[in-house]
């Protein structure tokens, strides 16, 4: 191993300050999430996201809206609108069906994992797919080499695969384009696409064949729908079922799913079904990159079960709600297959000062379709959007924008909330004669809890924290801000059983009012200050079953503190 020089030393010490000069969020929840889907900020957005709809365009556009709780059965939020140039046959409603299109992809993965796990995800695609096994690679730039394709990187749209194989190849639609070459009859897609039958696996794996590679495997993301049929066609190697009948053995009768269909619904009447085309494509095989059906209810039942691990063990849905590679936006990275927004939030609604929220996403479309499902696991809360109609695009966009702005913003504030009334106050040591004491609470227009006074035994901790962190020299406030770490136990035995809950939070350090720098490196800079490899920046709170906290301790001090 090779030494430190000097200069690594004056910069490691160097990022330390600039890490710590300014609170700098560390990414997660701010708060632990609200539970109460009646809390006042949540009823009194109800209003304000109805403002935010009135430019949608009501006769042309049909929709359904839902917010929902991982903490609650009943819905945050529902609104239904039937346009009123009856886009559809139906009277939406939250169990009229529509076509999903590519949120069946998030679907096909979520059956996979329920049903593998995602031990597969680095084994190539080669191993479950013989043919592809096959496939000569003489030419890197027109030979795809599937033996560097694996099941993870079908899933997370980096693979390096085409689009797709057949479905809009314009030889389905016209027989010459002008200063393009002339196509032999062999060479004319004949299956799988709009208006055509659909491609037996035979026929299928042919032209997959001799589709030319996009880019290197997880080089850069590629949306890829063909990605999901050959990930479903993994695990009917795997499994020896019918990927069909994965979907409705592992998501749809486990969760109850009556209004979610693989095949079209043709025997239904509460569907929206404009236009016709779009509504009875039937997609065969790719199917699990874009032909599921199904309910607003059934999507944010699905969703639900996701934030809630329902289905999954609680560490493969962290896997799963985790970027796989960016994209070539800063505001987006690509998951499996999430689309990963991230959003700036203010830490207040009337707040200048913001931090980093992720939301996964898999957006749907296919002809006047566009449809949403929208998770964001640092407040519990997801979001199913589904749109029909001649002018879908700008409803859609509508739609999300008010969810974006509006009930991430309330959550936010009705966790906080929370938050002031289970942990806020002064906690100090029952001993007699002993000086300690921590003084929780919060920092105007600041995300998380705030400490302002850490005295242990009649010493300034807070102040020592401070020096410690390269801070000083500076002049204002100072404090540190306390992050939940998603550590929570119920069970230990230091606490009554059934009575009281314990909550880890970790401390930052920084200066109030400044705003965080891009470059601030809180994940980089946690977890410093240790004492005989006993955390100093951890805060452990016992709740009582009433939800509020009547106790504090911190292992680097060696000292538990009772609410005064």
Not at 315 to 321: A, E, S, Y
Not at 402 to 419: I, N, S
Not at 450 to 475: C, E, H, M, P, R
Request: charged content about 20%; glycine content about 8%; aromatic content about 10%.
């Amino acid at each position: 191993m090779r030494p430190f020089s000097p200069s690594s030393l004056v910069w490691i010490a160097v990022a330390s300050q600039l890490g710590a000069a300014q609170n700098c969020p560390i990414l997660g929840p701010a708060y632990p999430a609200v539970t109460n889907i009646a809390a006042p900020k949540l009823t009194a957005a109800k209003a304000r996201f109805e403002k935010a709809l009135e430019s949608v365009n009501r006769s042309s556009t049909s929709f359904a809206v839902q917010v929902y709780s991982a903490h609650d059965d009943d819905l945050i939020y529902s609104t239904y609108h039937t346009a009123t140039d009856q886009v559809g046959a139906a009277v939406v409603g939250p169990d009229t069906i529509w076509r999903l299109f590519s949120i069946s992809k998030a679907i096909t993965v979520y059956a996979f994992l329920a049903k593998l796990g995602d031990k597969y995800w680095n084994e190539p695609i080669t191993n479950y797919i013989p043919e592809l096994a096959d496939a000569p690679v003489h030419d890197p730039i027109r030979d795809v080499n599937w033996a560097e394709v694996t099941l993870g990187s079908l899933a997370g749209q980096s693979s390096g695969i085409t689009r797709d194989y057949s479905l809009r190849d314009s030889s389905t639609v016209q027989s010459q384009i002008p200063g393009f070459r002339t196509l032999k009859d062999s060479e004319i897609i004949k299956c799988g696409s709009f208006g055509l039958r659909t491609c037996n696996r035979t026929e299928a794996m042919r032209i997959i064949m001799k589709t030319y590679p996009w880019a290197l495997s997880y080089r850069t993301p590629n949306y890829s729908t063909l990605a999901f049929q050959l990930l479903a066609y993994a695990a009917e190697n795997i499994t020896g079922e019918s990927f069909p009948d994965i979907i409705v053995n592992q998501l749809i009768k486990p969760l109850n799913l009556t209004r979610t269909s693989v095949p079209i619904p043709r025997n239904e009447t509460n569907v929206v079904n404009y236009p016709a085309a779009a509504w009875e494509l039937d997609l065969g095989d790719l199917s699990p990159g874009g032909g599921y059906s199904q309910s607003a209810s059934d999507l944010s039942t699905l969703g639900r079960s996701i934030l809630r691990s329902t289905l999954l063990p609680p560490i493969v849905t962290r896997r799963w709600l985790a970027p796989a590679i960016h994209s070539g936006s800063v505001r987006f990275s690509m998951g499996r297959p999430w689309e990963i927004l991230r959003h700036a939030l203010p830490a207040a609604l009337t707040s200048n000062v913001t931090r980093n929220v992720d939301i996964y996403s898999k957006q749907g479309g296919g002809g006047v379709y566009t449809t949403l499902i929208a998770l964001s696991p640092d407040h519990d809360i997801g979001a199913s959007i589904l749109t029909a109609g001649d002018e879908t695009q700008a409803a859609f966009n509508t739609i999300r924008q008010a969810f974006l702005d509006v009930w991430l913003g309330v959550a936010e504030e009705a966790a906080r909330d929370q938050a002031q009334a289970t942990y806020e106050g002064t906690y100090a040591s029952n001993a007699v004669g002993d000086n300690s004491s921590i003084v929780v609470g919060l920092s105007p227009g600041e995300p998380a809890l705030f400490v302002d006074q850490v005295i242990s035994n009649g010493t300034d901790v807070l102040q020592y924290i401070v020096n410690t962190a390269g801070l000083g020299g500076k002049k204002g406030k100072f404090g540190l801000w306390l992050y939940p770490m998603g550590l929570v136990d119920e069970n230990n035995e230091n606490v009554d059983r059934g009575r009281k809950k314990r909550v880890a939070f970790r401390g930052w350090p920084g200066l109030v009012g400044e705003k965080p720098s891009e470059t601030c490196g809180s994940w980089a800079e946690s977890d410093r200050l240790r004492w005989g490899n006993y955390p100093g920046d951890l805060y452990v709170f016992e709740v009582d079953q009433g939800g509020k906290a009547s106790v504090l301790e911190n292992p680097g001090l060696g000292r538990m503190f009772w609410r005064v």
